[in-house]
């Protein structure tokens, strides 16, 4: 069975640094979109970051960029979302998404096309 986990979230203070993790097991995210997404309290789920496989392009919100990177580590099954200066309005909890429909991210990220689903992590930062 599929299964996603995001190990990484915890508080911060302003001006911290977290790195997520999207790791799979039963699950190879090699030929895959991975995108993290994250939902605030009140507000909408959003995709804040996502990361190509067939060309390694990424995606970031306009909130996010500059803040926070991508990567991912295909012999770890492991995709790393590490967020630099964090600020309040980063508090929300995050999810890992896997897009099995394609490998390419795109300029705009389409929550439906992303099937496998993580649990979400915590992410509280403290002004």
């Known amino acids: 069975q599929v299964q996603l986990v995001e190990p990484g979230g915890g508080l911060v203070h302003t001006g911290g640094s977290l790195r997520l993790f999207c790791a799979a097991s039963?699950?190879?995210?090699?030929?895959?979109?991975i995108g993290w997404f994250r939902q605030a309290p009140g507000k909408e789920r959003e995709a804040v970051a996502c990361?190509?496989?067939?060309?390694?392009?990424?995606y970031f919100a306009d909130s996010v960029k500059g803040r926070f990177t991508i990567s991912r580590d295909n012999a770890k099954n492991t995709v790393y979302l590490q967020m630099n200066s964090l600020e309040p309005e980063d508090t929300a909890v995050y999810y890992c998404?896997?897009?099995?429909?394609?490998?390419?991210?795109?300029?705009?990220?389409?929550?439906?096309?992303?099937?496998?689903w993580g649990q979400g992590t915590q992410v509280t930062v403290s002004s």
């Open positions: 039963e699950f190879t995210l090699d030929y895959y979109a």
């Open positions: 990361i190509s496989y067939s060309d390694g392009s990424t």
């Open positions: 998404a896997a897009n099995l429909m394609r490998s390419r991210c795109g300029s705009t990220i389409l929550q439906y096309e992303y099937s496998y």
